[in-house]
């Protein structure tokens, strides 16, 4: 979950912990489900 005080830094702070939790997920060993789709709600 993320927030902003705007959509634009909404959406950008939401893609950052994307990202981050990609890169512990990867060093974990943890399976990346692979991209279904734009983000629905913001």
């Known amino acids: 979950m993320a927030d ?3 959509r634009k830094e909404a ?3 939401a893609e950052r912990i ?3 939790w990609i ?3 990867r060093e974990d060993g943890e399976e ?3 991209p279904r789709g ?3 709600y913001v």
């Open 38 to 40: 734009k983000l629905m």
């Open 23 to 25: 890169e512990i997920a």
């Open 4 to 6: 902003g005080k705007t």
């Open 11 to 13: 959406i950008e702070n």
């Open 18 to 20: 994307i990202d981050e």
């Open 32 to 34: 990346i489900p692979a």
